[in-house]
């Protein structure tokens, strides 16, 4: 069986005047949100195959706080 998940990333700053939405990096509470949330899909084996992750810094960051937290991370495409 085939499942599509979509992860959002965590909590970001507020963009700063001028600041182009894509290079807004993660808060504290996104930082440490996002560890837990990719425990718990290993936990409960909800682990990709596949993921595709937005080139935006949040995106970026949030996957690299989450990979680690399966015991293969899983391949980007």
Known sequence: MRRLMLLR???TERAEAGQR???RKLMKRGRNDAP???AYMAHH???PDLTRVSPAARAQ???ALV?????EA???G
């Open 9 to 11: 990333h965590a909590k």
């Open 21 to 23: 939405d894509r290079d």
């Open 36 to 38: 837990v949330i990719g």
């Open 45 to 47: 084996s909800f682990v």
């Open 61 to 63: 960051e949030t996957w």
């Open 67 to 71: 990979a680690p937290c399966f015991a």
């Open 74 to 76: 899983p391949r980007i």
